[in-house]
């Protein structure tokens, strides 16, 4: 999309010029004054149609276009280097090329291909090594006694081998009613001889439940709050499962169990919640949860926060808010004095400034913004991409690291690609001209 740089109209000098000195450096600086402001305002419509047309091209990409984050012109080079490989392919074979094929492997066929390492597709290996976790029920098919004497003499043939096939077969969930019987005991002898202590009745002690006097055991209580929050099922349909399985149970009680479950893992909740906030880095960010309104069909955006620990604490935790309002994260972080991953929601900001926190920003979200600049400013957008491209490039070698030598690495080889990009723009980087489109400032100025 092109653009009309605007017209900059320059003060015309009077007819007549004063002959006095003093007035014509006056006239001069008057002159110079407007053209300055001009300028300015030029450059700040300029601006501020740039971020209109970022703002658009970011509304239609929305709505029209792709969600990754990726340039367009990357895709143009994967195309022409696509359509370069097969014209590659359709090109005769040199006997040149094939005399040093042979030089390097004198076993080589003459005009065949190199060796590829290919990875093969289709259909994975489904032997029986392949499902050796699973449990085996041995089905074993004999011939019916009529069938094993020979045809030919009537002696009863031997058994000489088995043919063995392997199938995978899926047994439904199904409910057991477990019936708990506790026994008591009693001393007969005390009871005839009129013991002051009694008979010293004993019973045996309670089976470990989930739910004090609830019907639902355990297993069925995992299932139901795994089912929920794990694989996302709907308490509605985990009423109808249960119901094909000859079990039915409203969907407000299996409610009622979830609360009851929450309430007793509510201390491991709390042991997580401490060790990410013992982390020396903790990364955070938000998304949307609809939630039903109570006593209305209709749902309103409420957020789930996630925070997760480093390392050492290896853990994730989720809170939940009914607004995207620093309150929420202000209440979890209140005691943490570490350094904060996330991304650039003003929340943040009175946060890290009120608690002492370090502040780390995310190259994803950075890259995204140059990604949605790249219609209006290729070169630029190109330019930024390759660079955090580097970076992530040094996170792929040290994934295997520890944290000393990730650290290492990082200062070696990611540093200096930091210093450059921040020298960059701390000269002025690019900045938006009327007559050309985008220029780098000199790095003399």
Request: hydrophobic share 35%.
């Amino acid at each position: 999309m092109e653009r009309t740089p605007p017209r900059i109209t320059t003060p015309t000098a009077p007819a007549s010029l004063p002959d006095d000195p003093a007035a014509l450096k006056a006239l001069i600086a008057t002159l110079t004054g407007r053209i300055d402001t001009l300028e300015a305002r030029s450059q700040h419509f300029e601006l501020k149609s740039l971020r209109l047309e970022m703002e658009l091209l970011k509304y239609k990409k929305w709505v029209y276009g792709p969600r990754a984050d990726t340039l367009a012109s990357l895709k143009d080079v994967a195309q022409m280097l696509l359509g370069f490989g097969q014209d590659l392919d359709q090109r005769p074979v040199d006997p040149a090329d094939a005399r040093d094929v042979i030089a390097q492997d004198p076993d080589a066929t003459p005009g065949a291909p190199a060796p590829s390492r290919r990875v093969r597709r289709g259909r994975r290996n489904l032997g029986a090594d392949a499902f050796a976790q699973l449990p085996v029920t041995r089905h074993e098919h004999d011939l019916p006694e009529s069938e094993k004497p020979c045809p030919c003499c009537g002696r009863v043939r031997e058994k000489i081998g088995e043919d063995v096939t392997w199938q995978i077969e899926y047994i439904p969930g199904h409910f057991e009613r477990l019936e708990h019987v506790r026994f008591k005991y009693a001393c007969t002898r005390c009871e005839q001889n009129a013991s002051p202590d009694g008979p010293q009745i004993q019973r045996a002690d309670k089976p470990i439940v989930g739910v004090d006097k609830g019907l639902a055991g355990p297993g069925l209580l995992a299932f139901v709050v795994t089912s929920k929050y794990a694989d996302y099922l709907p308490l509605y349909r985990l009423e109808d499962l249960f119901g094909r399985g000859g079990f039915e149970i409203a969907r407000s009680t299996m409610s009622l169990w979830c609360r009851d479950v929450a309430e007793m893992v509510t201390p491991l909740h709390d042991l997580m919640v401490r060790r990410v906030l013992a982390s020396k880095v903790i990364g955070t960010d938000d998304t949307v949860m609809p939630m039903q309104e109570p006593g209305r069909g209709k749902t309103r955006p409420a957020r789930m926060w996630v925070y997760v620990g480093d390392e050492g604490n290896p853990y994730t935790v989720f809170d939940f808010t009914l607004s995207r309002s620093r309150d929420g994260p202000a209440t979890f972080l209140k005691v943490y004095r570490g350094t904060l991953l996330a991304d650039a929601y003003g929340g943040y900001d009175g946060i890290v400034v009120g608690n002492n926190i370090t502040r780390a920003g995310c190259w994803a979200h950075a890259r995204r913004k140059f990604v949605e600049a790249e219609a209006a400013h290729p070169a630029i957008a190109a330019e930024a991409v390759s660079i955090i491209g580097t970076l992530y490039a040094v996170e792929d070698r040290g994934r295997g690291l520890g944290i000393a030598e990730r650290g290492e690495l990082r200062r070696a080889e990611s540093a200096p690609i930091l210093a450059a990009f921040k020298e960059n723009s701390s000269r002025g980087g690019w900045r938006c001209s009327p007559s050309t489109r985008w220029r780098r400032r000199s790095s003399t100025r």
